[in-house]
């Protein structure tokens, strides 16, 4: 790199020490081009994606669309405009491919041919378009809009026009980071004819209900029919307090013809996401989670036939979680991704095959997903993306018979080429109940085994989430190990993969075996002479910093220093303000006032073992985190503080649940290193 180009670096992001060691630094996230939504073309030779990368000085990102072959070759840029591009889909006769662009100011669709000429806006409509979708014969397309259905207060007053109030009559009224309005996201269908779209039909009119499911649902909770007579969605349709407390999301089918919607998984009261037709149109497969209020329950795969009616559970025998469906196309196989011991894997399941019904098609310690199907003469490939602790996602493609993979984008290597990386490594430790558990340690770069190191236990939240093979943006162990620490990141009891009863043993039990759990991590890495021990942290985020207050109480001097992020601290005043009461409900075991009382309330909130702290801390809490509300850091803040603990706490008044707008990213890790440089 010339002297120049490293001014300009110093200039737009601060220190370059990391640089000019080749280390990871907080900047270099942020340098990474992110790579999403890969879908293979109808003829099976491209594969069209995205690529997010983001300006720090403008304190946003901006997604372009690209093309790459599926045989291998050079990848092509589509589209360069000052917004992003986003949910691109291929026409069913390959020839255009449509996508979400906001150039306008309000999503609308747009298309464009693949080598990225003859690009034209189709849309203006005022609610804008999200969420589309072709349909098989490419003569409709599905779209979602927010509909306004509920009365205001401005409608009932229209003579105080600056009052500024919301009014509710049910729980519900605020979702993850936002307050719930009187508008509904509902799904659309129009007639379309080479580029011109009529006005929309709302096929759900009047519903007070969300679809896909808010905030989170997009595209691939609702499906075409492939005669494009039916579309499947997936939709909660509760209200209010009984939406706050209840998991009962179902299947429906819509016909266009008749205007008539049919609930097909109404015997199952918990989760049930994702349908997909079979290509012949024989059967519906969906994901469904069993018990009701169970937001971490295993996510099996049933079909439904739909001529007999009949449900069959394909993966009744395998102890793990499936995701991310597609079928063959000849309607014999479904193919999917699922977690096993930390990775996540793709999968085929043969509907009707007499032996060996389930084949794992990968292997390694690498994350798969977000899949598609293409084909050749020659195979069937499945078009995925790649992720690892050390590397964003690259797409691949899979041959599904030989289970070769072959990289197709190499969107961050040259950022890469010049980055020392810590070696990453699995170990299996045994916990105070004698079962193995997979712990991840990430070492410095250079690590020399004769030196002594800073060791931080890193706490996961979820609780139910596993520490995969998944890149982190924020909790990047690469940049913690690039700072000179050695990371520990045990997947402790309660963190899917290792089968369901591992998953299920936090429920009730936070701040039992899964605290023992940490602490036996932590305790055998502290046999090996590189860990300092005298210079040991815990950090985490949500569960993880419920964790890090719970450990503040319960860590016998172990840690010198804590971090948590929008942690739980009061199970109480956690239950009292949280949005998803099924959440607390099945992990609490019931509210507070239940008689007799949950033991969770008494024994394992934190705010009941502050006179045992004594050690310094960093609270960090978002304003606009509605699932682990602000008081919970306020409260592990004062505590502190009253006791004359080295503390700090370190607000963002514009961030959720997590930490997404690239300067405040910035400030987080910049605040975080300091933290840990005075305190470890």
């Known amino acids: 790199?010339?002297?120049?180009?490293?001014?300009?670096?110093?200039?737009?992001?601060?220190?370059?020490?990391?640089?000019?060691?080749?280390?990871?630094?907080?900047?270099?996230?942020?340098?990474?081009?992110?790579?999403?939504?890969?879908?293979?073309?109808?003829?099976?030779?491209?594969?069209?994606?995205?690529?997010?990368?983001?300006?720090?000085?403008?304190?946003?990102?901006?997604?372009?669309?690209?093309?790459?072959?599926?045989?291998?070759?050079?990848?092509?840029q589509i589209t360069n405009s000052f917004s992003s591009e986003s949910n691109a889909r291929w026409r069913p006769d390959g020839k255009k491919i449509g996508y979400i662009g906001m150039e306008t100011g309000t999503p609308q669709l747009w298309e464009i041919n693949p080598d990225g000429s003859d690009?034209?806006?189709?849309?203006?409509?005022?609610?804008?378009?999200?969420?589309?979708?072709?349909?098989?014969?490419?003569?409709?397309?599905?779209?979602?809009?927010?509909?306004?259905?509920?009365?205001?207060?401005?409608?009932r007053y229209p003579d105080l026009p600056k009052a500024n109030a919301l009014e509710y009559d049910g729980l519900m009224m605020r979702h993850w980071n936002q307050w719930e309005?009187?508008?509904?996201?509902?799904?659309?269908?129009?007639?379309?004819?080479?580029?011109?779209?009529?006005?929309?039909?709302d096929i759900m009119p009047n519903e007070p209900y969300d679809a896909p499911n808010g905030p989170f649902g997009g595209e691939e909770e609702i499906n075409w029919s492939p005669d494009g007579k039916l579309i499947a969605y997936s939709c909660k349709k509760e209200e209010g307090t009984a939406y706050a407390t209840s998991t009962n999301t179902d299947i429906y089918i819509f016909d266009l013809a008749?205007?008539?919607?049919?609930?097909?998984?109404s015997d199952n009261k918990g989760y049930d996401t994702q349908p997909r037709f079979s290509p012949d149109g024989k059967s519906i497969a969906w994901l469904s989670m069993e018990r009701a209020g169970f937001e971490a329950d295993k996510n099996r795969i049933v079909v439904l036939d739909l001529a007999t009616k009949t449900l069959n559970e394909i993966t009744k025998d395998l102890d793990q979680s499936a995701d991310e469906m597609i079928w063959s196309p000849d309607s014999k196989t479904i193919y999917f991704a699922s977690c096993t011991n930390a990775v996540h894997q793709l999968y085929a399941y043969a509907i009707n095959a007499k032996t060996a019904n389930l084949v794992k098609i990968t292997n390694g310690l690498t994350d798969?997903?977000?899949?598609?199907?293409?084909?050749?003469?020659?195979?069937?490939?499945?078009?995925?993306?790649?992720?690892?602790?050390?590397?964003?996602?690259?797409i691949v493609k899979v041959d599904v018979l030989k289970g070769k993979m072959e990289t197709l984008t190499t969107t961050n290597d040259a950022l890469y080429a010049g980055l020392k990386l810590g070696k990453v490594e699995k170990r299996l430790i045994s916990t105070s109940d004698n079962k193995e558990?997979?712990?991840?340690?990430?070492?410095?770069?250079?690590?020399?085994?004769?030196?002594?190191?800073?060791?931080?236990?890193?706490?996961?939240?979820?609780?139910?989430?596993?520490?995969?093979?998944?890149f982190s943006f924020r909790w990047n162990f690469q940049l913690m190990a690039a700072n000179g620490y050695i990371i520990v990141a045990p997947n402790r009891r309660g963190l899917p993969s290792f089968g369901q009863e591992w998953n299920d043993q936090i429920s009730g039990d936070w701040?039992?075996?899964?605290?023992?759990?940490?602490?036996?991590?932590?305790?055998?890495?502290?046999?090996?002479?590189?860990?300092?021990?005298?210079?040991?942290?815990?950090?985490?985020?949500?569960?993880?910093?419920?964790?890090?207050?719970?450990?503040?109480?319960?860590?016998?001097?172990?840690?010198?220093?804590?971090?948590?992020h929008c942690g739980v601290f009061n199970l109480e005043s956690m239950y009292g303000a949280t949005e998803e009461v099924f959440f607390s409900n099945f992990d609490m075991k019931g509210p507070y006032w239940k008689s007799p009382?949950?033991?969770?309330?008494?024994?394992?909130?934190?705010?009941?073992?502050?006179?045992?702290?004594?050690?310094?801390?960093?609270?960090?809490?978002?304003?606009?985190?509605?699932?682990?509300?602000?008081?919970?850091?306020?409260?592990?803040?004062?505590?502190?503080?009253?006791?004359?603990?080295?503390?700090?706490?370190?607000?963002?008044?514009?961030?959720?649940?997590?930490?997404?707008?690239?300067?405040?990213?910035?400030?987080?890790?910049?605040?975080?290193?300091?933290?840990?440089?005075?305190?470890?």
């Open 1 to 76: 790199m010339k002297k120049k180009h490293l001014v300009v670096l110093f200039c737009l992001y601060g220190s370059l020490s990391a640089f000019a060691q080749n280390k990871m630094a907080p900047e270099t996230l942020w340098q990474m081009g992110r790579v999403s939504e890969p879908l293979s073309a109808p003829d099976g030779k491209l594969v069209v994606y995205s690529v997010t990368r983001f300006n720090i000085q403008a304190n946003k990102g901006n997604a372009d669309l690209f093309v790459v072959p599926v045989a291998g070759g050079e990848a092509k």
């Open 119 to 155: 690009n034209k806006q189709i849309t203006n409509f005022k609610n804008g378009v999200t969420n589309f979708n072709y349909s098989p014969k490419g003569n409709m397309i599905y779209f979602t809009q927010d509909i306004k259905i509920h009365e205001t207060l401005a409608d």
């Open 181 to 201: 309005d009187e508008h509904f996201s509902h799904i659309m269908v129009s007639t379309y004819n080479d580029g011109k779209v009529a006005p929309p039909r």
């Open 511 to 564: 701040g039992g075996q899964a605290m023992r759990d940490y602490l036996a991590a932590i305790d055998e890495l502290s046999k090996e002479p590189f860990v300092d021990t005298a210079r040991r942290g815990a950090i985490g985020a949500s569960y993880g910093g419920y964790s890090v207050y719970y450990l503040a109480g319960h860590h016998n001097g172990r840690f010198k220093t804590f971090i948590a």
């Open 258 to 265: 008749t205007g008539k919607t049919e609930n097909i998984s």
């Open 437 to 470: 558990m997979l712990t991840w340690v990430i070492y410095p770069p250079d690590f020399d085994p004769k030196k002594k190191y800073p060791t931080l236990l890193y706490c996961q939240g979820g609780p139910q989430s596993t520490i995969s093979q998944s």
């Open 597 to 680: 009382q949950p033991k969770s309330y008494e024994q394992f909130s934190p705010h009941k073992f502050v006179q045992n702290w004594n050690t310094p801390i960093l609270v960090i809490h978002n304003e606009k985190d509605f699932r682990v509300p602000l008081g919970e850091g306020l409260q592990a803040f004062n505590a502190a503080q009253l006791k004359g603990i080295k503390s700090r706490f370190l607000y963002f008044a514009d961030e959720g649940h997590w930490v997404s707008k690239p300067q405040n990213s910035l400030l987080w890790q910049r605040e975080f290193f300091r933290w840990l440089k005075e305190t470890l």
């Open 368 to 394: 798969m997903g977000a899949i598609s199907l293409a084909t050749d003469a020659k195979s069937t490939y499945l078009i995925a993306t790649k992720t690892s602790l050390s590397r964003p996602a690259e």
